[in-house]
């Protein structure tokens, strides 16, 4: 409110927080009964208290101009639907998937990446997450596939964990709960017997694969081995293919 013009200028100074607080208009001049907006913009990459100080100077006066910022910084708030993820007993290397949601129930968009720690590496890997990572707007529902082939037999105890971009790692942690086994097949009957056949005649005879679990099995027919093939061929209707949990699943054998 002075007589003059008046200039002005910001006091930069090496504190932490001058990178993330900025103003748009650092220096300039006024006009006799001019009035300046300036616009700050404040973005942090740590949570927790702020506060600062920045100072102007006027050309020509012996005090500065002084503002104080401060405020709490607190990372978004999110929440997963489910508390623990459990597959309960599932198929050695069968394919299983649980659902679960992660709600953003803050007021601003943030970034996340999803991973599971003890999981091995490259081929070894055995989970799937999907996606992966992404970017969750204000009050939105992410629907997430987390996919499961267990590799060994054994009970499982591991945690999928949520990290924000430019906020913190570990923010949230899911535990993972499994028990792979190798689900119980017997065959009945246990031994074919096709007595007294004729010289290159075909005789087929059936048997059941009876899953006897309550979990989906596998089967593989292997090769007659070699050492034998000189007395015939054996064929089967089917060489490879699942059974359903408590089923029998019928081959011909030719």
Known sequence: ????????????????????????????????????????????????????????????????????VRGHIRAPRFEFDRKVIDFKKVSFRFEESQEIKLTNTSTVPFAYELRIPQDGQGDLREFEIEPKSNTILPNSVQTILVKFIPQRRKVYSLAMVLDIKDIGKDM?????IAESKVPKVRIQPEELNFGKIFLRFQQTKEI????????????????????FSSFGKVITSLDKGQILPESKMKLNVT
């Open 172 to 176: 949230k942690s899911i535990p993972i």
């Open 208 to 227: 059941e694969l009876i899953n006897e679990s309550k979990l989906f099995a596998r089967f593989i027919v292997h090769p007659i081995n070699p050492k």
């Open 1 to 68: 409110k002075g007589e003059i013009p008046a200039k002005f200028s910001l006091i930069k100074t090496p504190s932490s927080s001058s990178s993330v607080v900025t103003f748009d208009v650092e220096e300039s001049e006024l006009a006799v009964g001019q009035r300046l907006g300036i616009v700050m913009t404040f973005q942090s990459c740590r949570i927790g208290e702020f506060q600062e100080q920045f100072k102007w100077r006027l050309h020509g006066a012996a005090e500065f101009l002084v503002l104080l």
